[in-house]
Nanobody
Framework: QVHLVESGGGSVQAGGSLRLACAGA?????MAWFRQAPGNEREGVAA????????SYADSVKGRFTITRDSATNTLYLEMNSLKPEDTAMYSC???????????????????WGQGTQVTVSS
């Protein structure tokens, strides 16, 4: 059983930054961040392989968001810069086998999910 707990969400103005954290991200899992805004489908934001290699990003966040992981503390991070109002959503971390990373940012490949942390960006 994997227990994932997100933190770091909040309210910021456009152009600001936030750093999300996800505790419980053990080193052997493919880890990813997803987000979902009211009325929208869940969207894959970023994923990272076990060991921290080969991060992948949604086109909408490339160049602004960075996914990293700390294997010593089993923590996954999402550094979010130049935030836009359209980034407003509930952000959740997810864990899956290595095949999940091979499949990219598809939610179906992930087995364990956190409860989420809200990010609100005002204009």
């Amino acid at each position: 059983q994997v227990h994932l707990v997100e933190s770091g969400g909040g309210s910021v103005q456009a152009g600001g930054s936030l750093r999300l954290a996800c505790a419980g991200a053990e080193y052997y899992w493919c880890m990813a961040w997803f987000r979902q805004a009211p009325g929208n489908e869940r969207e894959g934001v970023a994923a990272i392989y076990p060991g921290g290699g080969s991060p992948s990003y949604a086109d909408s966040v490339k160049g602004r968001f960075t996914i990293t992981r700390d294997s010593a503390t089993n923590t996954l991070y999402l550094e979010m810069n130049s935030l836009k109002p359209e980034d407003t959503a509930m952000y959740s971390c997810a864990a899956g086998p290595g095949s999940a990373c091979v499949q990219g940012l598809r939610a179906a490949g992930y087995i364990y999910w956190g409860q989420g942390t809200q990010v609100t960006v005002s204009s």
